[in-house]
């Protein structure tokens, strides 16, 4: 693949981008990179795992100017999730860079602190469509300076109503702006979308992001009444460490949940109707390792980035090929091989010959597998996540939680997992077999010479 240095890159990124272990581009790197910094409006297909952040990042932070405290780039992004995500990767890449303001701007947290924000200027600004149309309303925000305008994951954005709140966001930025577009699928509404708002835009399709073979995926006839014995024999017969099951609603997210925890494999579920603290919490945790299963929403999941991922089960098949392709995407990725399951009932017939004219092969269902030892199987992830009561706003830092754990709590740094800054809450995955001893130090022992509150997150097989 390219090297980064083909580019015409400042020195400062390039050296960043290889401290951050980015030594070579990803195929959408390749085809898109070149075109942003090009100054062409771009529409790209491009899904979670891809490189896709880091290249419209990228692009970004090479149109920026410092000097002038504008906004200069928005990125629009669906889900809250996503967005920190982006927020997160974008700063990490501006490292080299002084003085770059990011913005993050996202409902369910209160508008105060982000008017100050504002007010003490921004040169990107990430977040959500509803909260970036509540200050445009409110005009704490300010877009007439806009050069650059990124739609990440366009089509989840449409699946959840934003298309409209998404064209009032556009009608206030210049017609002058350069506007990237990505998304996992093209769906007529984002072709349209893009003939809208988009001037002669480069397309950028990478094939073979997850060649089949490197996601080997299995099909199993299944009556719709037996879906929640055939999950189970699913994971007995495959074992996996960790596994994302979707499913199509809410309330099957939390039946499916509660059935497996029911059964000794540690489950939690993400949807929409989660508070945004508990889906902050729910996504901690399977990052971190400190749940072995989670149970999703195709919306939910979005933004989730889990790179050693065993297993994705559909238990019930996606009604679009392309939502199909996504969810056993997250799967088999940096160089490992992955592995998706799929339930098929009688009535799923449609969607499966769907799937089949997309991959251009005939698929054969298999007879489920006998699940032998459903009773002594047991799923439970290596990790456990402690709460802490401070967080960025208290200027804790990951490395302030990592030295008064492996210094005076004396905990091997081996024993430690992913650490999480939230704004007020941080959160530290600890190996379960030593998460007493952590919290035992928590207890009477201090963080940069402060006590901080300490609590365990449940996630045991029975969910607490």
Known sequence: MSSFRSLPLAEAQLQTLDALGYHSMTPVQAEALPLILGRRDVIAQARTGSGKTAAFAIGILQSI??????????????????ADQVGGEMRRLARGMPNIKLVLLCGGKPLGPQIGSLEHGAHIVVGTPGRIDDHLRKQTLQLDGLKLLVLDEADRMLDMGFSETVETIIGQTPATRQTLLFSATFPNAIRRMSQSIQ??????TVE?????????QHFYDVERDQRDSALLALFVHYRPENALVFCQTRQQCEEVAQRLRGNDIQALAIHGDLEQRDRDQVLVQFANASCAVLVATDVAARGLDISALALVINYELPRSPDIYLHRIGRTGRAGESGRAASLVAPADAPRLRAIEEQQGTGISCRTLPRAKGVAGYVLQAPMVTLQLDAGRKQKLRPGDILGALTGDAGLAGDVIGKIDIHDRSSYVAIARERVRDAMAYMTRGKIKGRSIRARLLGSGPSGT
Do not use: K, Y
């Open 208 to 216: 073979g992001e997850h060649a089949s073979d490197v996601i080997e």
């Open 199 to 204: 001037r002669d835009p480069a397309a950028v």
């Open 65 to 82: 100017n410092p000097r002038f405290f504008g906004v200069q780039a928005l990125v629009l992004c669906p889900t809250r999730e996503l």
